[in-house]
DNA sequence: GTTAATTGTTGACTAAGAGTCACAAAATCA
DNA sequence: TGATTTTGTGACTCTTAGTCAACAATTAAC
């Protein structure tokens, strides 16, 4: 205890001060601007320091990516609450899903970095299964969501499989996320999704994601059906009630610096 | 004339020499395995003279992924000649996909290495819009797609904006890209979609994807709708017919071996 | 045919950054 | 206080992108 604990605690600290300080890095200069050098220089350590907590460069940007993540997930924790059909559910994830990347607008990209093969590669596998495990989670919790909606006859999976519907979902998910960038202030677009987004003028990406689960969702029969329920209403309950902290910020009531939530 | 031009003729023919050992090299050993050392030694030429074609190794890359991206694009022109209704084109141009990428199942690793905002970052400004005109044509033919649907009366854009349509159905496409890889041999996974595409025993991606893509059509009423057309015959018939010699390959009847064909 | 000018090619060199490790400093223990 | 363990360090190696002065080959001039 005491002792032993306290140089623990002051190594966690540490890994803590790292973490915040990579994350802070990756956002303002991308990955190409992150070094262990800049790092270390700038929480006044000494490389060999930094190695003895990450094997590697690629580690820490997956551990900061992974923690990200997990305080991205939180925010589909808070619909669990609502009680509403499945899918208004699903719906209401997609609101507050767009209305945390609003807020975090450069988070996805953190995200889209631990897709890249070259990094993949060399991240050590205890962090690929940890990113693993939450990206599995998405899918468990997707998964008894169809599997409720087909219990209480709001959807019939016909030649789809359940895990098709998931599947699909998180994958239009995913094909937005390039361009779930808030067009807030202008930036200069760090791919080409974001370059055509730019020149083609899609004005709210987020709203196009909305539209387009919804009409995927139409698609299956998954009822209700956009014709038969005030999704416009629950988008503004939802905002207004289990999202009201995001949208005070977004709309400048409130002031919020984005740092990593470390509750480790 | 002759003399200069004969050597216009080397200095091109070596750029080519260059692009196809680039683009065997970053499928066999991706974009960490890719090095200008090793691709100087492979060519037996000079660093110096690699760098006497392309500004720095990223525009190397993305001159590859532009070839190999017009490559893709052609697969895309074979169903113009098609007869039928434009959802079926639609429809038939995933089919084309699918099937291409079966044949060239690492090609789309290729691609998603120009949408990482590092190597983005750092390529010219030529190349990126080379790039950008290309992703603007499959655009703007979905547009012409859209537009031509809703003067033939099967297609009502209601709330949705004509961009909004097309944007999801390649938001969608490309959200799937990350699992298209073909799962015939057992690959180790490059990112966490391939991950979890492996542990979900999602044997067939390519097929999650044609329904994905059919069940948004359904959901936005574009007809004829999936159960007013004979799509699997259509799948048939475009299999058997315009991307026949795709096919012959896959099921073995033909030898091909990948390469980047340089028609410059 | 010889020489000068131009053009093309080279690989040693610089710079930068990842990762290592022998040693130094600090903490702990006896 | 001195011995032992733990922790932190930064100079070092290694790799790789990119440069550039010098060398080689080709072309032009005389």
Redesign the pocket.
């Given at each position: 205890m005491s002792?032993?604990s306290?140089?623990?605690r002051?190594?966690k600290e540490?890994e803590k001060l790292i973490l915040r300080t990579s994350y802070d890095m990756l956002l303002a200069e991308g990955y190409m601007g992150?070094?262990?050098?800049?790092?270390?220089k700038k929480i006044?350590?000494?490389?060999?320091?930094?190695?003895?907590h990450?094997?590697?460069?690629?580690?820490i940007v997956m551990k900061v990516l992974n923690e990200a993540f997990k305080q991205r997930l939180k925010v589909l924790d808070r619909i669990k609450t609502l009680n509403v059909p499945e899918r208004a559910l699903v719906m209401a994830g997609t609101y507050g899903m767009s209305l945390y990347n609003k807020l975090n607008p450069n988070l996805h990209r953190l995200i889209q970095i631990g897709n890249v093969e070259s990094i993949w590669s060399?991240v050590s596998q205890d962090l690929k299964d940890e990113h693993n495990l939450m990206v599995t989670k998405i899918f468990d919790d997707f998964e008894l969501l169809v599997q409720l909606a087909v219990k209480n006859g709001n959807l019939e999976l016909g030649e789809h499989e359940s895990i098709d519907i998931y599947f699909s979902i998180i994958c239009i998910s995913m094909g937005f996320s390039g361009l779930l960038r808030s067009t807030r202030d202008e930036q200069i677009p760090h791919n080409i999704i974001e370059c055509l987004c730019n020149s083609r003028l899609v004005k709210d990406p987020a709203r196009v994601l909305r539209l387009a689960v919804s009409t995927f969702l139409d698609g299956l029969n998954w009822r209700p059906l956009s014709k038969d329920y005030d999704y416009k209403a629950l988008e503004k309950e939802v905002t207004d009630t289990i999202f009201a902290d995001f949208n005070d910020i977004i709309n400048g009531n409130k002031q919020v610096e984005f740092i990593l939530d470390l509750d480790i």
């Open positions: 002792i032993s306290r140089k623990e002051e190594f540490r992150f070094t262990i050098d800049k790092l270390a006044d350590y000494a490389k060999g320091t930094v190695y003895k990450f094997a590697c460069k690629e580690d060399k």
